[in-house]
């Protein structure tokens, strides 16, 4: 059974930083696409950045420039650096992993989430 854990969430100050990390294991494959998502209290989950095992990375427009995904040396593995945190940034994140970042939401899988909160 597949399973992914999330790490390196924490309570930081506005205009901080996080890294947040996440591995799979249970699996001989190694996953085409990994991404990270966040869901705020109150709010629909929606997707932060996700990364191809090519490189090929997207990102809401509301991380552009201040996140960056990343995937390690170790198979699947995926990092999510974080910069100039917001209070908007508050919610907690979820690592997905499956054959694309399209089809994460229908059939991948996903970990436990990781909670970050930013102050003012």
């Known amino acids: 059974q597949v399973q992914l854990v999330e790490s390196g969430g924490g309570l930081v100050q506005a205009g901080g930083s996080l890294r947040l990390s996440c591995a799979a294991s249970g699996t001989r494959i190694s996953f085409n696409a990994m991404a990270w998502y966040r869901q705020a209290p109150g709010k629909r989950r929606e997707l932060v950045a996700g990364?191809?095992?090519?490189?090929?990375?997207n990102y809401a427009d509301s991380v552009k420039g201040r996140f960056t995904i990343s995937r390690g040396n170790a198979k699947n593995t995926v990092f999510l650096q974080m910069h100039s945190l917001k209070p908007e940034d508050t919610a907690v994140y979820y690592c997905a992993a499956g054959p694309s970042v399209a089809a994460l939401e229908r059939v991948g899988s996903w970990g436990q989430g990781t909670q970050v909160t930013v102050s003012s």
């Open positions: 990364i191809t095992a090519i490189g090929s990375t």
